[in-house]
């Protein structure tokens, strides 16, 4: 199985951008589908992007369309957000998810979960 750990969060003025990443390791990044999720304290967990096994499928959620990009590179194991023109209803832990089988926007969907990263956003 794929062990998956997000790295790139910090504390950012809105307006301003961020890059997340999702290193995966155990198995190859490729055999999977990949997401990103937050969760804002009090919150449930939501979707945030998604991306098919070679970069070329991707979803946003509507509140970040526009400013967010998902990528991948399988050759190096990793994916990436790009988080440009923040606000500050972005704060909350982001995390990376990953199934070989299911493309959905649901968290029950995903199999494999990384420990979250902590994005917070100034006004």
């Known amino acids: 199985q794929v062990q998956l750990i997000e790295s790139g969060g910090g504390l950012v003025q809105a307006g301003g951008s961020l890059r997340l990443s999702c290193a995966a390791s155990?198995?190859?990044?490729?055999?999977?589908?990949m997401a990103w999720f937050r969760q804002a304290p009090g919150k449930e967990r939501e979707f945030v992007a998604k991306i098919g096994w070679s970069g070329s499928s991707t979803t946003y959620a509507d509140s970040v369309k526009g400013r967010f990009t998902i990528s991948r590179d399988n050759a190096r194991n990793m994916m990436y957000l790009q988080m440009n023109s923040v606000k500050p209803e972005d704060t909350g832990l982001y995390f990376c998810a990953a199934d070989a089988s299911y493309f959905g926007t649901l968290k029950s969907e995903y199999s494999y979960w990384g420990q979250g990263t902590q994005v917070t956003v100034s006004a």
């Open positions: 155990g198995r190859p990044l490729e055999d999977y589908l």
